[in-house]
């Protein structure tokens, strides 16, 4: 005997599987033209908004059932922001990745945004949280206007896990690998910028632990875009105050400059927090790579940095550094 039909309807994607498409209507306010997911993705859009700047500001959350993903689970997200939109995509917490039963088994998060001619998108996830024996990999690609119109801020990070039950970097491994290409309908784009992290463990003698030197957490920063410049300016201006060793003698105030006597102060919390971080211009890029003992030295480093320079909070509001508070 046949079983009947199922009265609801069969879903068009697949598991994980989400698009975003925001377009900017005549009347100069932007809608979400498409707007789905599928478990084990979820997506949340409260809404429009403007930002100080007088912007229209579109809000995504992006997050997971149960807050994380489980052994072979996969998310694959792709984005589309049409000319002259905005959007922030955020997560509300840490993205978890839980405990894989085999080096097979692997979590995957998959992110394809293309970013229109003179749109902007703002990217500042929480980091991910890789639990003991969890398996992960991660690729995110950016599709820019050949023209450079497009602009970007793109956070990415990663924490040794749970440590307040004993994981220091007890993954199994974890794998990120960013792009940014110019978007070409022909081919994949020519390649402007790539940054990839892998970690995974060693022999006993040669353990993550070990190797990162009592560091809790990485991560990336990339800046990209014309809304975005002055805040990579600044960036690169912060990082050239910083001291050198063998330079001059630091704890004189002799021959500072104004930024380098506004750096001062902020050294004993850094210190403190165990953080260290670089800089450099790639390409047109900025691209920022950080550590700090924990998640929260890096989380006041970071967003003491982006509310200083105010380009952040005024193109795109408040909301956008939720992850930093």
Avoid at 58 to 82: A, H, I, P, Q, W
Avoid at 138 to 149: E, I, L, W
Wanted: proline share 5%; with cysteine; charged share 20%.
């Amino acid at each position: 005997m046949s079983m009947p039909n199922s009265p609801f309807m069969v879903p068009a994607t697949t598991p994980g599987f989400g698009e975003i498409i925001l377009t900017l209507l005549t009347a100069k306010k932007q809608v979400l033209n498409t707007f789905t997911y599928q478990y084990p993705l979820k997506l949340i859009a409260p809404g429009l908004y403007k930002s100080p700047a007088e912007k229209h500001v579109t809000l995504v959350f992006l997050l997971t059932y149960g807050g994380g993903l489980v052994g072979g689970d996969k998310t694959n997200l792709k984005t589309t922001l049409n000319n002259h939109t905005r959007l922030v995509l955020l997560t509300q917490g840490s993205t978890k990745i839980f405990k894989s039963s085999s080096a097979a088994t692997v979590s995957r998060q998959v992110i394809n945004v293309k970013i229109g001619q003179g749109a902007s998108l703002c990217y500042l996830p929480d980091p991910t949280q890789p639990f003991k024996a969890s398996v992960y990999e991660q690729r995110q690609t950016f599709y820019v206007d050949p023209a450079g119109t497009s602009s970007l801020l793109m956070l990415d990070w990663v924490s040794e896990g749970r440590r307040a039950r004993g994981e220091n970097w007890t993954l199994s491994s974890w794998k990120g690998r960013n792009e940014v290409r110019h978007f070409d309908e022909s081919s994949r784009g020519r390649l402007l910028l790539r940054d990839a992290v892998m970690l995974h463990e060693g022999d006993p003698g040669a353990s993550l632990a070990h190797k990162t030197n009592n560091m809790g957490v990485f991560g990336t920063l990339i800046v990209y875009g014309p809304t975005f410049h002055e805040l990579g300016d600044f960036i690169m201006q912060e990082f050239a105050a910083q001291p050198r060793i063998g330079a001059r003698a630091w704890d004189s105030e002799q021959g500072k400059t104004d930024v380098e006597a506004a750096v001062r102060p902020r050294q004993a919390a850094e210190n403190d927090d165990g953080l260290l971080w670089t800089a450099a211009n790639v390409r047109g890029f900025v691209l920022v790579k950080f550590g700090s003992t924990e998640v929260d030295g890096a989380r006041r480093w970071l967003g003491s940095l982006l509310r200083r320079q105010g380009t952040v909070e005024t193109e795109f509001g408040h909301q956008s550094l939720l992850c930093l508070r």
